[in-house]
């Protein structure tokens, strides 16, 4: 076991229980599940700005809140993010039983191990690419030095390079985007209110 050190071993950990875990769900029900994840954020991004004023009326919330457009735009995009999650999650396993129960049952496990196997490693990939990007100027030994970090190194390179640079931007102009509706005071915009009329000429 030269080597190897605990990194490699929690690798290992996550892509097993990664091919187990879909295994025993079926390949239908977890990429279901990947699009109610999908759709969930999609839903909430449209309807966290019409929630919003509900959400700033919860008993409680609204103390939280304090008045602030932004913050009660992001819980309406919580809100409706956690029930549209919740309604896929009520759905999926109603598609997903119907293929298990068929004679297609044992092909729908047999891809979910395999897309488990992909998932885990996936995972694993995106996990390396946060740390080269975080851990710039102080490396960690025990990972730099594991043989993960050596056989995950070409995927990686190939993954960072598919990942634009920009993507803190991309997520900036998204949030903006999604709090555009809120003047730059973080009170929202009235637009029912007329704009003043213009001042009378003097004679």
């Known amino acids: 076991m030269d080597g190897f050190t605990i990194i490699d071993g929690i690798v290992a950990v996550v892509i097993i229980l990664s091919a187990i875990l879909a295994y025993a769900r079926g390949f239908v029900r977890e990429s279901l599940a990947i699009l109610g994840w999908i759709g969930a954020a999609v839903l909430a991004f449209i309807f966290a700005p019409t929630v919003r004023p509900m959400v700033a009326q919860v008993p409680g919330l609204n103390k939280f809140l304090a008045d602030s457009c932004e913050l ?15 309604l896929f999650s009520i759905i999926t396993p109603l598609f997903s039983s119907v293929v298990q129960r068929s004679a297609l049952g044992g092909v729908d496990q047999g891809m979910g191990f395999l897309f488990g196997v992909a998932r885990g490693i996936l995972l694993v990939a995106i996990a390396f ?9 102080q490396p960690v030994a025990v990972v730099d030095n594991s043989r ?14 598919q990942i634009p640079q920009d993507a803190p931007g991309w997520v900036v102009s998204r949030y903006e985007q999604l709090v555009r509706s809120c003047a730059p005071t973080g009170q929202p915009v009235d637009a029912q209110t ?7 000429p003097a004679n």
Do not use: K, W
């Open 72 to 86: 009660a735009t992001i819980a309406g995009f919580a809100a409706v993010f956690a029930l549209a999650l919740v």
């Open 194 to 200: 007329p704009p003043p009329a213009p001042a009378a």
């Open 148 to 161: 993960s970090a050596q056989v995950f190194e070409r995927m990686r390179g190939q993954m960072d390079q």
């Open 129 to 137: 690419i946060v740390y080269d990007r975080v851990m710039t100027s």
